[in-house]
């Protein structure tokens, strides 16, 4: 089955640890994005790639960084210079030249 | 600064009602709309896109678009209480933009027996 997968699904951290987030897919997309979603509130992007070795930060990307080293792949670290990163993360892809994003599951990180 | 709005609700419908789920955006180079619904503690799946004015219509669905009044809906018909969820309206400029949608911050659905 083509699809998104991330893991892990549920991850807690301590405070002043950097943690990553796995996204993997095999739609054979080439952009890849990561949002943030707190309760109540809309997707806040934090990083994209539309190709690989390449990605941009999006309106949030202070306290995230990222690497797109394959096109399947986009992890996500939550370094320990993020003050708030509770939250849920999800990370989604779509075909270059195209708009329509399809999301993964989702990692809910809590940190203790 | 693009801007998409959606009441927060929460909707309440009895089951076997119409829901209508609207959607305002401040754009008006806006080309894609789309209706995604996300279940508690689930990521959002895509419902249903549409790109031209009018309406475009798949099984209980129906997504309404009229650019001139900068306003996207989606009528829900027969309501079942596995519609309840919250519905996120996204809106892009498409072709020549950033191909990134802006996401309202989602209606609460509630179906009741």
């Known amino acids: 089955d083509g699809g998104i997968t991330q893991s892990p699904k549920y991850l807690f951290r301590k405070e002043g640890q950097n943690v990553t987030l796995s996204c993997e897919q095999n739609l054979n997309h080439d952009a890849m994005y990561w949002y943030r979603q707190d309760p109540g509130q809309g997707l806040r992007l934090i990083y994209y790639s539309q190709i690989v070795n390449d990605f941009q930060k999006g309106d949030i990307a202070e306290g995230y960084s990222v690497s797109r080293e394959k096109k399947e792949s986009f992890p996500l670290t939550v370094t320990s210079a993020q003050k708030n990163p509770t939250a849920f993360y999800l990370c989604?892809?779509?075909?270059?030249?195209?708009?329509?994003?399809?999301f993964g599951p989702g990692t809910r990180l809590t940190v203790l | 600064q693009k801007e998409v709005e959606q009441n927060s609700g929460p909707l309440s419908v009895p089951e076997g009602a119409i829901a209508s789920l609207n959607c305002t955006y401040s754009?008006?180079?806006?080309?894609?709309f789309f209706w995604y619904r996300q279940y508690s503690g689930k990521s959002p799946e895509l419902i249903m896109f549409?790109?031209?004015?009018g309406d475009k219509e798949d099984g209980r669905f129906t997504a309404q678009l009229n650019k001139a009044s900068q306003y996207v809906s989606l009528l829900i018909r027969d309501s079942q209480p596995s519609d309840s969820a919250t519905y996120l309206c996204a809106v892009n400029r498409g072709q020549g933009g950033s191909y990134i949608p802006t996401f309202g911050r989602g209606t609460s659905l509630i179906v009741h027996p």
């Open positions: 754009d008006r180079g806006s080309q894609s």
């Open positions: 549409i790109y031209s004015n």
């Open positions: 989604a892809s779509s075909k270059t030249g195209t708009d329509t994003q399809y």
